[in-house]
């Protein structure tokens, strides 16, 4: 989709990014979370995000809309911040569109080209979560392990958390 534009979240995002978040946590499991997001939490969680060091947050746009997103928000340990949990979403009406593989593509463009200090990407998948699994496979993820029953849809109804890694090539080095 040559319309889309791929781009860092601003604040002029924040009100259509959360109606995303929240659209999603309404009507499916795969955020693993049942209550919507309020402003308070996507402020917090942003600024959190931007006082990270190497933490990255792009947004796929049409027509002005926000349809995506996707981040890799780096562990703060010191011994682990080489690792970036990844997360990503595309809205239902522009999911198959290649939206995910642009954000995607996008992502890793910008890992390689600030020489970020990223060097694993770490994705948490529901294992129903077919799409999500094809695009990680499709960027070279591999499996790195299953949680059985990790999440928990219903008091009565469990999925299993699959984990999935990627290694960045990494041409430099900050110190």
Known sequence: MEQIKIQPITSDDFDE????????????????????ISREEMRNFLDF?????????????????LVGNI???PRTEDLLNHISLLSYQV???????????????????????????IQILFAEVLQENIASIKLLKKF????????????????????N????????EVTFKRN
């Open 17 to 36: 990014n959360i109606k995303l978040h929240n659209q999603e946590i309404s009507h499916s499991h795969w955020m693993a979370r049942k209550r919507p």
């Open 91 to 117: 809205h239902p009406e522009y999911q198959r569109r290649g939206i995910g593989t642009l954000l995607m593509e996008s992502l890793l463009q910008k890992i390689r080209s600030e020489n970020s200090n």
């Open 140 to 159: 070279s993820f591999s499996p790195a392990g299953i949680l059985p029953e990790g999440v928990r849809i219903s008091l009565q109804q469990y999925d």
């Open 71 to 73: 981040y890799a928000l």
């Open 49 to 65: 995000l931007h006082d990270q060091p190497d933490s990255i947050y792009l947004v796929a746009k049409y027509e002005d809309q």
């Open 161 to 168: 958390l699959l984990f999935f890694y990627r290694r960045i």
